[in-house]
């Protein structure tokens, strides 16, 4: 099975800040890593999908890099709406994975 | 606008059981590479992803619960329904329908969600 680990599990962070969360494949898994954000109480929404593609909709402030085993989330310029808890997901193989999240917290 | 809604019983009593149905608007399950996915989240957990549809009546599955999972599609009915049998108070959880899309799995936009709880 393909383990995804996900860093840091919590951030602090103001207004303005750039912020970037890391995603770790235990295996290659090309460009097949997408990243969602979830506030309580809403659906989970669909942010980037293929390592770097921005889902419609989704603001330019949010990007995301790499390929095979590491990938990243950047935030530009964080705003308010964005604190919540992000995930990444891998649609390589077998179980789809998602993980446990970093929780973006307002410092 | 695309819309997902996920139906179902809010209780089960163990070793029942379960079917949910996605109903959704603004895209047809017969387009090419688009699917309709179920993941839940068990209270306090991460996100599992459960079972996949796809336009060409691709059915995939989570293999740690395949053997308990049967997701079928209704094109016409702009419908999909994922049963899960023998189920246990561990499978309590919110559970969601999500369009996906091919080849790279993943999903959006989602359903609000529906809490399932399982207790006798």
């Known amino acids: 099975d393909i383990q995804l680990t996900q860093s840091p599990s919590s951030l602090s962070a103001s207004v303005g800040d750039r912020v970037t969360i890391t995603c770790r494949a235990s295996q290659s898994i090309s460009s097949y890593l997408n990243w969602y954000q979830h506030i309580p109480g809403k659906a989970p929404k669909l942010l980037i999908y293929g390592a770097s593609t921005l889902q419609s909709g989704v603001p330019s402030r949010f990007s995301g890099s790499g390929s095979g085993t590491d990938f990243t989330l950047t935030i530009s310029r964080l705003q308010p709406e964005d604190f919540a808890t992000y995930y990444c997901q891998q649609g390589y193989s077998g179980a789809y994975t998602f993980v446990q999240g970093t929780k973006l917290e307002i410092k | 606008q695309i819309t997902l809604k996920e139906s179902g019983p809010t209780l089960v009593k163990p070793t029942q059981t379960l079917t949910l149905t996605c109903t959704f608007s603004g895209f047809s399950l017969s387009t090419t590479a688009v699917g309709v996915g179920w993941i839940r989240q068990p209270p306090g957990k991460a996100l599992e992803w459960l079972a996949l549809v796809y336009w060409d009546d691709d059915q995939r599955y989570n293999p740690s619960l395949k053997s308990r999972l049967t997701i079928t599609k209704d094109t016409s009915k702009n419908q999909v329904v994922l049963t899960m049998t023998n189920m246990d108070s561990v499978d309590t959880a919110t559970y969601y329908c999500?369009?996906?899309?091919?080849?790279?799995?993943?999903?959006?936009?989602w359903g609000q969600g529906t809490l399932v709880t399982v207790s006798s």
């Open positions: 999500a369009r996906s899309t091919y080849p790279y799995n993943c999903f959006g936009p």
